[in-house]
């Protein structure tokens, strides 16, 4: 089993920036990816960003430039720096783990983006 738990959500004012962490643990033997997803109210949910273990990166088209994921593959966390936050950045931010053809989940993190 794998477990991933995600932090630095929270309320904050349009324009700011915020960097959410994600912390895997558990059966991590070989992760294929790391990334981020989110799902807004009344919306389906939506890739933000995703580091496979080659480095390469991948960024939703109405979120580049705004955002970057990193990793710390010693630490099996991954992080999603957020710049310039709109109202409508706000949602729910699911942390996501591939291994093995499998993916994992995070419970998901608030962040709600005042105007």
């Known amino acids: 089993q794998v477990q991933l738990v995600e932090s630095g959500g929270g309320l904050v004012q349009a324009g700011v920036s915020l960097t959410l962490s994600c912390a895997a643990s558990?059966?991590?033997?070989?992760?294929?990816?790391m990334g981020w997803s989110r799902q807004a109210p009344g919306k389906q949910r939506e890739l933000v960003a995703t580091?496979?273990?080659?480095?390469?990166?991948n960024y939703a088209d109405s979120l580049k430039g705004r955002v970057t994921i990193s990793r710390d593959n010693a630490k099996n966390k991954v992080y999603l720096q957020m710049n310039s936050l709109k109202p409508e950045d706000t949602a729910v931010y699911y942390c996501?783990?591939?291994?093995?053809?499998?993916?994992?989940w995070g419970q998901g993190t608030q962040v709600t983006v005042s105007s």
């Open positions: 580091m496979y273990s080659s480095g390469y990166t």
């Open positions: 558990g059966s991590i033997y070989r992760v294929d990816s």
């Open positions: 996501r783990l591939g291994q093995d053809g499998r993916l994992y």
